[in-house]
């Protein structure tokens, strides 16, 4: 069966999800090109990490120090106040 010239230049052209034919040096080139800016991104994403997590570990300190500190500091300072407490009406 033979094929009409118009169904003969549908299938030459690329469809709109395919890329045009390249060259193998054309297709190595944009592959280097797109690893270059996923690199780019990676290391991006790798600061923003990096700087998140130095946050955290900020917070967390702070938190230790302004909640728990204080709680553990309570628990021996306590019984001591109490004792001062209780030596002047003599129990």
Known sequence: ?????????????PSPG?????SPEEMLRSIQQQLAQQDAKIDAVYRSSE??????????IITVVT???????????IPYYLSLMQLPAGL
Do not use: G
């Not at 395919?18 to 390249?22: D, E, F, I, L």
């Not at 700087?51 to 967390?60: A, G, I």
């Open 1 to 13: 069966m033979e094929t009409s010239p118009i169904q003969q230049s549908a299938e030459n052209k």
């Open 18 to 22: 395919q890329a045009p034919a390249q």
């Open 51 to 60: 700087r998140m997590r130095k946050y955290f570990l900020w917070t967390l």
């Open 67 to 77: 909640i728990i500190l204080p709680l553990v500091a309570l628990v021996f300072l």
